[in-house]
């Protein structure tokens, strides 16, 4: 196991470094300029801009600025944002601890609706709960998480005030839990509703595919109690296809908390970025992409690693 898991990470060198050249040259030949963001024409002459532009390091040639920030990313330095003046390493990881606690939450919301609601919906299969579940399932993938966003602000925010409608906490001075908490439930609900969606539907498939083997048969007729079955022998085959969907949750949350965080203003890096695409500022935008490049290898490789853990049958050489 851990040759094999030398060797994906030797592999995914190459791979990381392809998604840098696209990032970097997808980001830097797109309409706009930065720089315009700080030039006055009016009131500014051509060398100004000019001085500008060098010190944003916009006035090299593309394939030297990307060799610029390659050295400096392999040293640990993802550069200075352009609007921020901060070094974007430590932006990324002033966010990154509260988009951690908002992907975990949603997580956990997923798993402990979408494995039991999907154990269910197999073993009563065209039952009012087969249908109930299901129904919720095609709404959660059906329904944009914007819209979802907003109605939960327009609902428990505005309309009844049971829950702030932004931010991470009320109390500024000092750490209060229940706040904290009272803050984390909407955006936890509209980041895990797509993602507990889904995985009820797997789940549901797994379970009905696995109780239709024969070894499931095979133990019933030996007289164990059908939660000894279904606990014991079946789900852990059915919950394979759930392990190797976790393993690109992961990239997938900490990309896909960028609009629920936005909606409710909450600090983590998903707002960061976002607040980085309107004004045009590459070094976040790049940095956020190679931590999500990243995000994605360790992702696969999760799931492989617990994917054999799972399954003894499952070697990895």
Sequence with gaps: MVKYILKRIIQSIPLLLLITIISFLIINLAPGDPAAMFINPEKMTKVDIETIRHNLGLDKPLHIRYILWLKNMLKGDLGISFFKNRPVTEILMEALPNTIVLSIAATLLSIVIAIPAGIISALKRNTGWD???????????????????????????????????????????????????????????????????????????????????DYIKTARSKGLAEKVVIFKHALRNALLPLITLFGFMIPGLIGGAAITESIFAWPGIGRIVVEANFTRDYPIIMGELVFTAVLVVLGSLIADVLYAIADPRIKYD
Aim: net charge positive; proline share 4%; charged share 15%.
């Design 131 to 213: 249908y109930t579940f299901s129904t919720i399932s095609f709404v959660g993938v059906s329904i944009p998480s914007f819209w979802f966003a907003l109605m939960l602000l327009l609902v428990f925010g505005a309309k009844l005030g049971w829950l702030p409608i932004g931010g991470m906490r009320t109390n500024y001075e000092e750490f209060v839990l229940a706040d904290r908490l009272r803050h984390l439930i909407l955006p936890t609900i509209v980041l895990g509703f797509g993602n507990m969606a889904t995985d009820m539907r797997y789940m549901r498939s797994a379970m009905l595919e696995v109780i239709r083997q």
